[in-house]
């Protein structure tokens, strides 16, 4: 097949560095997510994560560097790079009086696509919410608010999902039922950039990592060959459990044990 998505990565990230006023908190980051790749970015808090998620979706300029989404740049040519990204919007960003059905219909609007009545629930059967449809957004659990973000994310079948945190605060039956919608959007060829805390969820889905540090890169590989290359530094060894070396101990023996302010 020759189709677009297969010959260019779905984003393409090229020596980013972002400022608020003189403080930088982005450092020349480079990453691709190419065709049918979960991409994982992980650091300690303030390491730069959301700042680079938020110059990926155009809400920030950075100073140097570009920015492209399936050949579009960013900057450039916002609209054609945005059409082909979906992002995934904290809980709180929906107004919890409208109904899943308004929310779902009102978001489809804002990106072009048409929603029969059927639409909607087969939509929200997607996600088990179908009884769901006529409930307001602030009367659902957090998990099922969750599945509303995501789907609405990926409504217009984007090239690119960009999800900061997705699974924080879930229960494990949720967390799970997430990771599989995230899974089913690589299986279409497509690209997830995500950001994440938790280490068993980078090794259980990313199909490669970069570590950020004080807004550098300073790793990035698959999970497996991180540990593999790392299980023999003595930082690593030094915070291992159990006599086992996992992502969080190499993680930890790359960004130190320091809490960050
Ligand atoms: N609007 C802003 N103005 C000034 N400094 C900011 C702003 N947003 C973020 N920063 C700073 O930039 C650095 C990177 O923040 P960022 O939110 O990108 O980190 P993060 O890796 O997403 O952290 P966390 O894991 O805590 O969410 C931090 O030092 C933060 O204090």
Redesign the pocket.
């Known amino acids: 097949m020759s189709n677009t998505l297969e010959q260019l990565p779905i984003l393409n990230v090229d020596r980013i560095s972002v400022f608020?006023?003189q403080?930088q908190?982005?450092k020349e980051v480079s990453l691709e997510v190419r065709p049918g790749e979960i991409f994982g970015l992980l650091?300690?808090?303030?390491?730069?994560?959301?700042?680079?998620l938020?110059a990926i979706e155009g809400l920030i300029r950075p100073a140097t560097g570009q920015i492209k989404v399936v050949g579009f740049d960013i900057v450039g040519q916002p609209l054609y790079a945005k059409a082909n990204m979906g992002v995934q919007l904290q809980a709180t960003s929906f107004q919890p009086e409208l109904t899943i059905a308004d929310i779902l219909k009102l978001y489809a609007g804002v990106y072009g696509v048409k929603l029969t009545k059927e639409d909607v629930f087969n939509r929200l059967q997607e996600i088990k919410l179908e009884d769901a449809a006529e409930k307001k957004y602030g009367q659902l659990s957090g998990g099922q608010q969750q599945r509303v973000s995501l789907l609405i994310a990926t409504i217009h079948n984007p090239a690119l999902v960009l999800l900061d945190?997705p699974t924080t605060g879930l229960d494990p039956q949720s967390r799970r039922q997430l990771w599989d919608r995230i899974e089913a959007i690589r299986a279409k060829g497509h690209g997830v950039l995500l950001?994440t805390?938790s280490m068993e969820e980078a090794e259980a889905v990313c199909d490669r990592i970069a570590i950020?540090d004080h807004?550098r890169i300073i790793a990035i590989d698959t999970p497996e060959r991180l540990i593999a290359l790392h299980r023999e530094d003595p930082e690593v060894i030094s915070v291992s459990r159990k006599g086992r070396i996992t992502l969080e101990d190499v993680f930890i023996g790359l960004t130190g044990r320091a809490v960050r302010s």
């Open positions: 608020y006023g403080f908190a982005v650091g300690p808090n303030g390491a730069g994560k959301t700042s680079t938020s945190e950001t805390h950020i807004g």
